[in-house]
């Protein structure tokens, strides 16, 4: 996670992932054109261990499923840390040039359409994903 420097000041959608074979997708989402700070601020807040607001670090901190697969208590803000650090990478695409609407739409077909059956949903409760 000590990529968050070199991430631009752009709006954009992002993925984590946990890093197996095959990678599994957590959460997917934007950084919307309102955002001053666009996928820098946006990414940056996510990854804080200890905000309130992150809904990565609440979904983490609620999966007692994802704690017992890793053997750590993701509901301390050092392991959910260190697991992120450990075990989760994400991507992100700068999307300079789209509308605070069309962003939405693309934030939504990531989420449903776009097969990668992310395991939490933003705005929403944890869902783990069948099978997992």
């Given at each position: 996670m000590?990529?968050?420097p070199?991430?631009p000041?752009?709006?954009?959608?992002?993925?984590?992932?946990?890093?197996?074979?095959?990678?599994?997708?957590?959460?997917?989402?934007?950084?919307s054109?309102?955002?001053?700070?666009?996928?820098?601020?946006?990414?940056?807040?996510?990854?804080?261990?200890?905000n309130?607001?992150?809904e990565?670090?609440?979904?983490?901190?609620?999966d007692?499923?994802?704690?017992?697969?890793?053997?750590?208590?993701?509901?301390?803000?050092?392991n959910?840390?260190?697991?992120?650090?450990?075990?989760?990478?994400?991507?992100?695409?700068?999307?300079?040039?789209?509308?605070?609407d069309?962003m939405?739409s693309f934030?939504?077909?990531?989420?449903?359409?776009?097969?990668?059956?992310p395991?939490y949903?933003?705005n929403?409760?944890p869902?783990?994903r069948?099978?997992?």
């Amino acid at each position: 996670m000590d990529d968050i420097p070199a991430i631009p000041p752009l709006p954009g959608a992002y993925i984590f992932w946990i890093d197996e074979a095959p990678p599994r997708c957590l959460l997917v989402g934007i950084a919307s054109p309102k955002l001053e700070d666009g996928l820098y601020e946006r990414l940056s807040k996510i990854l804080e261990p200890n905000n309130q607001n992150s809904e990565l670090q609440n979904f983490l901190a609620k999966d007692t499923k994802l704690s017992r697969e890793y053997k750590t208590d993701l509901k301390k803000p050092e392991n959910r840390e260190r697991f992120l650090y450990e075990h989760v990478y994400f991507q992100y695409l700068t999307i300079p040039d789209m509308k605070e609407d069309e962003m939405k739409s693309f934030e939504e077909f990531l989420e449903s359409e776009a097969e990668l059956e992310p395991r939490y949903h933003a705005n929403t409760t944890p869902r783990p994903r069948k099978g997992k």
